[in-house]
């Protein structure tokens, strides 16, 4: 038996009974066969909940950059660890093998160096899906220094407070980046954005688009001459297995973006634990996760992970409808794609396409198809299953979140079945428990409750950056003892895991999580308004789309309502970016409001989603009357 690489079900069972009965003797298994380490460490696990306070692998000294690359140069250095498939489907697509990886990460740790970046210093890296994205997170991770990657879809607003809040000293970036048919000017995002963060001392800008873009003497450097200047050895800063190796923003019910930081050791070996069983990736596979290195799905699963376990990993710079719909399959077929990770949202959208953009592609090489971000509803799970799988490549539906580092609850192909709309069962070391309304865990199957993890796992997140206070109370305030997710979840008769979706003020939209105070916060800064609530509603291609509620300060025509629509939604692009917009804006007299003022986004949701029938007791509203106007105007 194997602890690190399970190949049928019963293995499944004895793996996860011996991770539950003695964590600690099981990835102390699993961290000495699979790593190489600078230092053994004194202590596996040691954790507190209520501090809370995990440490794994304490005393253990090494750098992760080792482990994705150095280890495999003597038996895969011509070995191809990343495939980048530009945007345009005529320019070539680069193999860049383990030795180019090594050498290209050297170089940029030494330019690092050289522009005075040190250990626990904060590099932001706002990069669009390009090799530099890649080698720029390797090259922190070899000095020690911490990487915040900056989805680049965010807008000037969003990318400063993400800067400012952990006082990067530097900012990584592109003279643009191609998304589809459309061009985006990166560079001056981030000038824009620099003109409120005194901490970012210099800029690093990649040649992408080539267009012309102004420089601050000084402050900005292109990257390339510097690389060619840096040499290729750099030798690994040594770090201790509870350092720091990243800090990646999430957004939260209310407040700022929760920067979550995760750890070095603990989240290697889970990122590369799970990326192994989850995928069951064999040498010579080709692997591609389509998400974008900007979320913790490419930082765990197209970066570290794959890189941990020797792999060859796609990075995709492109979008699903370019040049048309059949774009992703041509790459399947182009690449031999074995293992394909995506998320429901693209499958519902190409879903919707004519079936011929799938079927005038060979995709016989695909071995299993992942789905991640969101519940993967039921016509999309046949859909994925019949037209790409054909039947033949389990569906693994992971589900896991930024705080969780990697995936927590999982099929494992080969081994445990899949069941559509079913996350399944648990990973080995992942202890998923159910709790009831009145705060008590739930023993039986077939039962409904909030998803909770009542032991630490590797990668947990540590912290929240700057804000530990924070971290407890989001996370493991609510239930005593254990780490609350903010699903919900149903389990059935024989411990299979479905997740039902957030049970607080996080919206899924396409697969990105939105809290709704800072859009509130966006449209509340608009001069008419007034007051503002946001809620989801179930929507065919993005799973949620966005509604918004608005009073203004002065009733207007509905002339002048069309054009606040727009500057809203602009505002709200401006401030967090264009994922965030709103689909419907209602204006209205009122929102309804608790005794104490609290706004009742219960029944706003439900208006918004049109379950009229089951608004609830509204008597004890302040205002009764304006939910009869709210329902009459809805869209
Ligand atoms: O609600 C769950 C949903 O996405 C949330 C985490 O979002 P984020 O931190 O952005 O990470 C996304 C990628 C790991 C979760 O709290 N979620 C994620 N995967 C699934 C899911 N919901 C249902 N099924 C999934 N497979």
Redesign the pocket.
Known sequence: MSNYHIKHLEEYYQVYRKSVRNPEAFWDEVAEEHFVWRKHWEKVLSYDFSKPDFKWFEGAKLNITENCIDRHLLTKGNETAIIFEPNNPDEVALHISYQELSNRVNKMANVLKSQGIRKGDRVCIYLPMIPELAVSVLACARIGAIHSVVFAGFSATALATRINDSDCKMVITSDGSYRGNKTIDLKGIVDDALRSCASVLSVLVAKRVHSKIPMIDGRDHWMQPLLDQASAKCDPEIMDAEDPLFILY??GSTGKPKG?VHTTAGYMVYTAYTFKNVFQYKTGDIYWCT?DIG???GH?YIVYGPLANGATTVMFEGVPSYPDFGRFWQIVEKHKINQFYT??TAIRALAKENIDFVNNYDLNSLKVLG??????NEEAWHWYNENVGKRQCPIV????????GG?M??PIPGSTPTIPTY?TLPLPGIQPVLMGANGDELYENQVEGSLCIKFPWPSIARTIWGNHDRYRETYFAAYSGMYF???GATRDAVGNYR????IDD?I?VS???LGTAPIEDAVNEHPAVAESAIVGFPHDIKGNALYGYITLKEKGESLLQDNLRKEINQLIADRIGPIAKLDKVQFTNGLPKTRSGKIMRRILRKVACNELDNLGDTSTLLNPECVKHIIEGRL
């Not at 789905?371 to 993967?376: C, M």
């Not at 539906?397 to 969780?404: F, K």
């Open positions: 999430t957004s979550m998400a979320w913790i799905t765990s998320a429901p789905s991640v971000g969101e519940p993967i539906d992971t589900w896991w979140q930024t705080e969780t995936i609850i999982s996350a997710t903010g699903d997740i039902t979706g957030r996080v899924i697969g990105h999580n």
